[in-house]
């Protein structure tokens, strides 16, 4: 049997997977169970967290779960990951998110999302001191960075992200390749239609006390998402 037509055995960090991981549980959530439905062939392997664990249930002959009751962005991720990693042997691992452990013992593609923390550091987008901020800030850096040296492909989510990655880091802009975020079946128009009509959003909007125009923001309301910002420039284009 050729390298080509061998089973692979695919890792997914999923550890963001579901509501936990708020948007990019979302995202994570949409990408584990998509692509498990749509390859037959190869084998995957599914890290997830405590809090979790009994969110995905799509276990399997193909599909492994196993626990990794490992917090992100901390020093222990970087130390326990790679172990959980090597354990199962993997052929090629994916992590939704840039929080690659820079030690990860296998060939890996990455999704980078933004660049955010690297172009436009803030305090604001910590409750930690300063000091320690900077310090996790340098850490952040190399992390990203490192993980974009070492995948063999990165996911962008947009062509302006794929620039900013190939500008940042340096990479081979075809080792970037951009893979546009979708919308779940769930919010198709034709479910839509039929689960909601438009007297039924309008009593919603009536109830909320809110009338048109109007604005929906449905990220996290972080300090450095600047979403008093966002209001004022909204109220300006309001008045015109």
């Known amino acids: 049997m050729s390298d080509k037509n061998k089973i692979k055995k695919i890792g997914i960090d999923a550890r963001f997977y579901g509501p936990v991981g708020k948007g990019l549980g979302r995202y994570t959530q949409e990408i584990v169970d998509n692509i498990i439905r749509l390859d037959k062939k190869n084998e995957y392997v599914v890290f997830l967290g405590q809090d979790n664990y009994n969110e995905f249930s799509g276990s399997g002959e193909r599909v492994k ?51 955010i923390l690297t172009k436009f550091p803030t305090a604001r987008a910590t409750t930690l001191g300063p000091v320690l901020y900077k310090i996790k800030n340098l850490a952040y850096k190399i992390v990203i960075w490192l993980g974009a040296k070492r995948a063999k492909r990165i996911f962008a989510v947009s062509r302006f992200t794929k620039n900013d990655i190939v500008s940042q880091f340096g990479v081979n802009p075809e080792k970037v390749i951009v893979t546009y975020e979708g919308v779940a079946d769930l919010f198709s128009r034709k479910k839509c239609r039929k689960n909601s009509g438009t007297n ?23 300090p450095h998402k600047n979403l008093e910002g966002l209001i004022e420039i909204f109220n300006e284009i309001h008045k015109e």
């Not at 691992?93 to 840039?98: C, D, G, N, R």
């Not at 452990?101 to 593609?109: D, E, I, R």
């Not at 309008?202 to 972080?222: D, F, H, T």
């Open 65 to 115: 779960k196993v626990l990794a009751p490992v917090r992100w962005y901390g020093f222990t991720e970087q130390i326990l990951m790679p172990y959980y990693i090597w354990k199962e042997r993997l052929d090629l691992m994916h992590f939704p998110h840039f929080n690659v452990p820079v030690l990860c013992p296998t060939k890996f593609v990455v999704t980078i999302h933004d660049l």
């Open 200 to 222: 039924d959003s309008e009593k919603i909007l009536s109830k909320r006390g809110i009338s048109r125009p109007y604005l929906l923001y449905v990220g996290n309301a972080y």
